[in-house]
Every structure is written in C-alpha cells, then in structure tokens.
C-alpha cells in the first residue's frame, strides 16, 4: 500500500533554532499534503495544507512566518519551525491523500518528535 | 458544525470483538463516516469509512444506522497490538481531516 516517510523522526534542537522536517510520498505522487501538530494527551491538530506548486493554506491560529512549508514536488512536503523555541515541541505528523475512487483517504507518516532546550 | 460523539474509553478482553459506538446525528448527506486508530506515539491508521451502507474490509466491519446518526466500529477479534485512540470523523466530499477526542480502547489479557 502507500507510504508516507517522514524524516527525521525525532529532533532535538535548541531554542532560536529551525527545524525542517521532510515528509515524502513513496510510489505515488501526492498534490495535496497535510501537516498535523499533536501535545502530548491531546488529539492531533490540523495546521496546514500543503499544495503542490502553491502557497501552503494555514489553519486559523498558526503563524505561517513560524511554520514555513514547502510543496516543490509531487512527492515532497517540508514544514519548517522557524526560531523554535520550547512550546514549539509537539509531535509532527503529515500526510497525504490516497483513496482510490474518489475517497478521501488520507495515509500518515509515522511523526517527527521535536524537542526544543 | 458538531463533530461526532465518541465515548472516552472503553476496555475490551483479548480475542473477543470490540465494539466502538459514534454518535453523528448532525451527518449531512454527502458526508461519510471514516474511521481511524492511532497506536501510542505513531501516525495514524486509516480502518475503514462508509456512507450509509455497512461496509467489512480485514481490518474491520462499519454499521451505520439506517438513519445515519450513528454507527459503530467493530473489530472481530481484539487482539493486544489493537489498543489505540479510534477516532469516528464525519466529512464530505475532499473537506480536510479533523480528528476529536476519540476513544481510549485497552485491549486486555
């Protein structure tokens, strides 16, 4: 079936620093990527959708100039933290549309783990 | 737009079938009922969705109510590795992927 590869799956950076986290489609060509930030205890939250050759859509509440994301390919997605700082770390998921006839299914990557000191 | 209604937790023995409840009186007509599982520190897994008909893949069955304001999930066979979060998620047509609270199931020796 599809894959979804994230990488990395943890990071551990210091405050003041950017992160890019690379979410990959593997044998399939994804248009249409989203990113999802998880706190611990909580349920994911949807942050962004990430499209294929144009600007990123942002969900109410999330700074586009702190999470840059870029979709240069159709196997491609990066979500950056820009000057992370600690309440920045959460655990970052992507994803990508793979439903055949026309379903909306969505396949995961496993997470990327941000730890910010 | 009220998302869907899921009990917190539940408990299930090994081997029996789990039985998952959601609550989605609000469903529209063009919206389907999916469901996915996400096993602790993992991404999530897609299981199974349908509009109004049941709907059996090898993961598990969807019974939706024939007035689809509730469906339930059912895993056959509960197995130790199927304790995870399961999210009910009603959507329509290409609409973007919210997740609530979902329900805490434990599966037990």
């Known amino acids: 079936g599809a894959v979804v590869s994230q990488h990395p799956s943890w990071v551990i950076c210091k405050s003041g620093t950017s992160v890019k986290i690379e979410c990959r489609s593997l044998d399939f060509q994804a248009t249409t990527m989203f990113w999802y930030r998880q706190f611990p205890k909580q349920s994911l939250m949807l942050m962004a959708t990430?499209?294929?050759?144009?600007?990123?859509?942002?969900e109410q509440g999330v700074e586009k100039d702190k999470f840059l994301i870029n979709h240069a390919s159709l196997t491609l997605s990066t979500l950056t933290v820009t000057s992370a700082h600690p309440e920045d770390s959460s655990f970052y998921i992507c994803?990508?549309?793979?439903?055949?006839?026309?379903?909306?299914?969505?396949?995961f990557g496993a997470g990327s783990r941000l730890t910010v000191l | 737009d009220a998302k869907t209604t899921q009990p917190p937790s539940m408990d299930c023995a090994e081997g029996r079938a789990a039985n998952l409840p959601c609550n989605h009186s609000t469903i529209s007509g063009n919206e389907y009922v999916y469901w996915y599982r996400q096993i602790h520190s993992q991404g999530p897994q897609y299981i199974i969705h349908?509009?109004?008909n049941n709907e059996t893949n090898e993961m598990a069955s969807l019974i939706i109510t024939e007035d689809r304001k509730s469906s339930t999930l059912i895993l056959p066979h509960a197995t130790l590795r199927d304790t995870a979060v399961y999210y009910c998620?009603?959507?329509?047509?290409?609409?973007?992927?919210?997740f609530g609270a979902g329900t805490q199931v434990v599966v037990t020796p």
């Open positions: 349908g509009l109004k």
């Open positions: 994803s990508a549309r793979t439903g055949s006839s026309g379903a909306n299914v969505l396949t």
């Open positions: 990430s499209n294929e050759g144009s600007k990123a859509t942002y």
């Open positions: 998620i009603k959507l329509g047509g290409w609409g973007k992927l919210q």
